[in-house]
């Protein structure tokens, strides 16, 4: 008898335990990681599509590139290795090009970047939807300051974007 009303009491401890349970789209989520890919790239001119090399166009004024491991529409950030240099685009449909590149970029995305056209050694840098980044350094131009130079200032303000709320004011 003791032995049943055992079993009876184990099998609700055991049945009343709960377990967590990932599903397929937890476990995509959690191993998530950036796409990145380095290698030479393909830049498009029409008389590739017209060989056939690559089976689609691609606007040579367009921030579109072609790559075969990441979904449209995604943001990717393309970097010159050789200088540097970097653009952020967005992944365009799937085409079929030579399997050597890693991708193929438009002629504006080439020269944004300063690309070599006798060595296009590129890294593609994926840019998660949840990710941000923020900007390093700004570029004063030699008119902005001839203008700033030029114009008369009152008053000067400095907002500090933090939670604190301090502002500052210098008057000339």
């Known amino acids: 008898m003791n032995f049943k009303n055992f079993l009876v009491v184990f099998f609700i401890i055991i049945s009343g335990c709960s377990t967590l349970v990932v599903t397929e789209i937890d476990k995509k989520i959690i191993n998530k990681k950036n796409f990145i890919n380095k290698g030479f790239a393909l830049i498009y001119s029409d008389n590739l599509y017209k060989q056939e090399i690559i089976s689609k166009k691609l606007d040579e004024r367009g921030l579109i590139i072609f790559q075969k491991n990441l979904r449209k529409g995604t943001f990717v ?96």
């Open 77 to 172: 950030k393309i970097k010159n290795i050789l200088n540097n240099k970097s653009i952020i685009v967005k992944v365009g449909l799937n085409s079929k090009y030579p399997l050597f590149n890693n991708s193929v970029i438009s002629k504006r995305i080439s020269d944004e970047i300063e690309i070599d056209l006798n060595e296009p050694y590129i890294e593609i840098f994926e840019i998660l939807d949840n990710s941000s980044f923020i900007a390093k350094k700004a570029k004063t131009f030699d008119e902005e300051k001839k203008v700033a130079e030029k114009a008369p200032i009152e008053s000067i303000s400095v907002n500090d974007l933090n939670n604190t709320k301090k502002v500052k004011k210098i008057k000339k």
